[in-house]
């Protein structure tokens, strides 16, 4: 699952792949929202690493389709 997280004040954002489902990134969320100030929206991508941003600096979170997209030319005959 490709999550994309926007920062606030940074012109780049922050693309995660995951193993959690579409409905586990959004608890996430909505837990690290609904946390007292000086909360913090975790993620671990598929290879382990941890992205960690403060609630207060969260712009948007775009969870992605869970399934990859082919990509080229190639159409059957």
Not at 1 to 8: D, F, S
Request: proline share 3%; aromatic share 4%.
């Amino acid at each position: 699952m490709e999550v994309k997280i926007g920062v606030r004040s940074v012109h780049r954002e922050l693309v995660v792949e995951t193993d959690l489902t579409a409905e586990q990134v959004e608890d996430e969320v909505r837990n690290a929202l609904a946390a007292d100030r000086g909360g913090l929206f975790a993620l671990t991508d598929q290879k382990g690493r941890r992205v960690i941003v403060p609630v207060s600096a969260l712009g948007f979170v775009e969870i992605g389709e869970g399934e990859s997209r082919p990509v080229g030319f190639g159409g059957t005959l």
